[in-house]
């Protein structure tokens, strides 16, 4: 099953939308649309199922879920919330995913990296346990996937790389090593638009939208 992302290039980029038994990573810098962007997919599977929203970082405003169930037309209970509070209770709703069943077809986690963020100490060899969980979460989160034909976002901050010049996904080897496609958002300088950059599977096109009351629109 594919389900919509309410842009049709990037649909069409896609497959035919973000697909079911695979994980994709949507990631960017504050404020570019990667929430608008996965509430309206959230919107799209509730349209044809239902849709889980793992909210990690508690910054989830509920006036923007209401208009994007409003603006879409679907129903508000189709769209399960959950919010965690840290690290360990992230990893124990995985774990309950696998044990238990994914509550919907597609589950959104948002900011994924977010409480993993919180446990660093900045100490490499401290901090070499806390990548592991992370490592395992994500590869449990990959074999539900796959054994019940779930769709899984992940939706990821991102953090300078000074050396490079470059911004990368926070953990990006772990996150771009089990996700099956990547998406990096970016907010267009100088233009009321947001563009999406298909880094995996590499080849794509750019696309572009607008940050809307519905979500997200083709730019």
């Not at 563009?195 to 083709?218: A, C, H, M």
Request: proline share 4%; hydrophobic share 40%; net charge neutral.
């Amino acid at each position: 099953m594919r389900v919509s992302t309410g842009l049709p290039k990037l649909d069409d980029e896609l497959g035919g939308g973000v697909k079911t038994g695979a994980i994709t990573l949507i990631y960017g810098e504050e404020k570019s649309g990667k929430t608008s962007l996965a509430l309206k997919i959230c919107a799209s599977a509730a349209r044809i199922a239902s849709a889980a929203y793992i909210d990690c970082l508690g910054k989830l405003h509920p006036l923007r879920l209401s208009q994007i169930v409003e603006s879409n037309r679907v129903d508000g209970e189709k769209i399960y919330l959950l919010s965690v509070e840290n690290f360990l209770q992230q990893e124990e709703v995985i774990l309950k995913i696998l044990d238990e069943h994914p509550p919907a077809p597609l589950v959104v986690f948002d900011d994924f990296t977010y409480l993993h963020r919180m446990e660093l100490s900045g100490d490499v060899k401290s901090d070499i346990n806390i990548y592991k969980r992370l490592a395992f979460q994500i590869a449990v989160l990959k074999e539900a996937a796959l054994r019940d034909d779930v769709a899984i976002v992940l939706i990821g901050q991102v953090h300078g790389v000074p050396d490079k010049g470059e911004a990368r996904a926070v953990a990006h080897r772990i996150l771009t090593h089990w996700s099956d496609y990547v998406l990096r958002v970016e907010r267009a300088h100088g233009q009321p638009l947001s563009r999406i950059i298909l880094e995996k599977p590499e080849g794509g096109q750019e696309v572009y939208f607008r940050i809307t009351r519905s979500g997200v629109t083709p730019g």
